[in-house]
């Protein structure tokens, strides 16, 4: 019966996918991008990419995730074909190009045939999946095939329907993995009571990604030539409009400062409630190139990509997401050794409780909240000393899941 509905929702799903394609930008590239794969499968065009290393992830997070497992296996086994699927448009149309993926495509209908037919010629030596995402008949025709599947950087909370009396299907499917990665003891106990022995502990390799961002070094002149002369004391990034108005007061109440303000959704409707809600000089990124002196306090970024290393150009840093689902990714601030604040609702990033419980994070409700907790430690440089020395040291303990990873699937490479 389960399974039935689990159908039924599928098909109602992609009828509704259909109907929004017609005015959705978004809705329409999930549907051609499917199609797109479909008429690889039809032309038999996978069976190329036969023994390859197959990694799903669900979107761009989910991709950074991965990144460090597929540079460490493209650096060991340099010739071994990397296929890249992806659920979201938002992932596969950034890196639809990645230069060390043989192969890059949409995950095909959660259907019988098409996704027989999709691992069938791709006829992968491994499977590795990102976090999240349990589609059934993917995940099942992989386990009746024995190709090994792993799951990486996955945490559970309770409330998932995996256990809840009504998800025996979901539960069932976590059986199909060779072995789960979790980052988290309380996952582990969560899956052990429900009969998921197959589990390893290991931190997240999002940890292993920012840190390689962060120790890049990456130069970018127009960002250095907006800060010359000016005192950054606050990133904010992956904001929607409920962090913009509680962000804004503060800065419109300081302009002796400067800010950069990365949006999480790029469009004009954004860029200009943004620009409507500052009361002091503000410029868009894309209007700074090759400028000599940019005198506006208030740097707006108008493209995709740029946020990780824009973290370490502020004193403080706000994440942006928690007024809505969920906070965005924290540890790409965290890894700059910055004090970071977002809003409440941040349960689903399991790194958001620990860095609260260390200090060195803050939710903040309202914009005299930002303002009191910036202030404070403007005023007591060892608190804010402090704080980064926490954060310093979350990080070194949490670095090095790629390898633990790595050493436990190598054989299966």
Known sequence: MQIFIYHFFLRIYHILISIASLFNKKAQQWKDGRNATKALIKNNSLQKMSGCIWIHASSLGEFEQARPMIEK?????????IVVTFYSPSGYEIRKNYDLADMVMYLPYDTGTDIKLFIDQLNPSCVIWVRYEFWINTLKYIHQKNFPVYLISASFRDEQVFFKWYGDIFKNCLNYFTKIFIINDSSKKLLEEIGIKETILCPDTRMDRVQS???SNTQNKNIENFLVNKNCILVAGSTWQADIDILFPFIN????????????QINENTLSYIET???IPNIRYSLIENKESIFESVLIIDNMGMLASLYKHGKYTYVGGGFGVSVHNVLEAVVYEKPV?????????YECSILLERNVASIVYTSKEIEDYITAMENDKTMYTQKCATAKQYITENIGGTEIIYEQIKSTI
């Open 73 to 81: 296996i493209k650096n060991t086994n340099s010739t071994k074909k």
């Open 213 to 215: 961002i962060a120790h």
């Open 253 to 264: 109440n300081h302009p002796e400062y400067a800010y950069i303000i990365a949006p999480h």
């Open 277 to 279: 809600k500052l009361t």
């Open 341 to 349: 604040m977002f809003g409440p609702h941040h349960k689903k990033q």
